[in-house]
Antibody, heavy 119, light 111 residues
Framework: EVQLVESGGGLVKPGGSLRLSCVAS????????MSWVRQAPGKGLEWVGR??????????DYAAPVKGRFTISRDDSKNTLYLQMNSLKTEDTAVYYC??????????WGQGTTVTVSS | DVVMTQSPLSLPVTLGQPASISCRSS???????????LNWFQQRPGQSPRRLIY???NRDSGVPDRFSGSGSGTDFTLKISRVEAEDVGVYYC????????FGQGTRLEIK
C-alpha cells in the first residue's frame, strides 16, 4: 500500500524554525517527484514547493511566499522527504501535507501535520 | 501567476441529482508538450485531499465513474452525474502547467 506519513509539526514562535519529515512506503521513493502542500485553518490548498527525483536533476522549486525561508530535501536511502522551515511567520500556520507528483498533479497525500506559529 | 477561479463556491445538491463545477484559468493551460495539466481534487470533511481527475479528463484509480472532467484551454468542468451522500466536501481544481496553483474550492452540500 502506498503511504506517506508526516511528522514534526508543532507550536513555534514567530521567527523560529521547524523541520517536517515525511516517510514514504509502498513505492519507489527515489523515482518520485515530491511536493509539500499546505492548508491554513478554514482555507484552501496552497502549493509550497517540490523536489524532483535525482534522475531528473533533484532540483527544487518553491512558491513565492516561502522562497528563501523554506528548504525541501530528500534522503532516498531513508525514503524520507523533509521541509526545513525558517523565519516562520504567523501566516505559515497550516496543516502541511506531503504528496507525490504523477501525471502533472498530486496523486498520493499524507494525513498532514499541523504547524502553529504563535507567540 | 496563473489564477484559477471556481464557480460556484457553494453548491447545494439534492441526492441523486447531477452537479457541475466550473474552473477557469487566467491563461491557457496547454503545456509545450501538448498536455493540459488540470486536476480535480475532493476533500471530504476532516480528511486529506484526494485526486479525482488528472489531465482534464482522466479518472484516478478507484474513482467512481459518476465523476467526469472536461474542458480545454482556459475553461474546465467537473461533473457528478448523480450525487451521493459520500460526495459531500470541498472540490478544488489545480493547474500544473505554469507552476502549481489551486482554485478557491467549491463546497458541495446535500440540500
Amino acid at each position: 500500500e502506498v503511504q506517506l506519513v508526516e511528522s514534526g509539526g508543532g507550536l513555534v514562535k514567530p521567527g523560529g524554525s521547524l523541520r517536517l519529515s515525511c516517510v514514504a512506503s509502498g513505492f519507489t521513493f527515489s523515482n518520485a517527484w515530491m511536493s509539500w502542500v499546505r492548508q491554513a485553518p478554514g482555507k484552501g490548498l496552497e502549493w509550497v514547493g517540490r523536489i524532483k527525483s535525482k534522475t531528473d536533476g533533484g532540483t527544487t522549486d518553491y512558491a513565492a511566499p516561502v522562497k528563501g525561508r523554506f528548504t525541501i530535501s530528500r534522503d532516498d536511502s531513508k525514503n524520507t522527504l523533509y521541509l526545513q522551515m525558517n523565519s516562520l511567520k504567523t501566516e505559515d500556520t497550516a496543516v502541511y501535507y506531503c504528496t507525490t507528483e504523477n501525471n502533472g498533479g498530486m496523486d498520493v497525500w499524507g494525513q498532514g501535520t499541523t504547524v502553529t506559529v504563535s507567540s | 501567476d496563473v489564477v484559477m477561479t471556481q464557480s460556484p463556491l457553494s453548491l447545494p445538491v439534492t441526492l441523486g441529482q447531477p452537479a457541475s463545477i466550473s474552473c477557469r484559468s487566467s491563461q491557457s493551460l496547454v503545456y509545450s508538450d501538448g498536455n493540459t495539466y488540470l486536476n480535480w481534487f475532493q476533500q471530504r470533511p476532516g480528511q486529506s485531499p484526494r485526486r479525482l481527475i488528472y489531465k482534464v479528463s482522466n479518472r484516478d484509480s478507484g474513482v467512481p465513474d459518476r465523476f467526469s472532467g472536461s474542458g480545454s484551454g482556459t475553461d474546465f468542468t467537473l461533473k457528478i452525474s448523480r450525487v451521493e451522500a459520500e460526495d459531500v466536501g470541498v472540490y478544488y481544481c489545480m493547474q500544473a502547467t505554469h507552476w502549481l496553483t489551486f482554485g478557491q474550492g467549491t463546497r458541495l452540500e446535500i440540500k
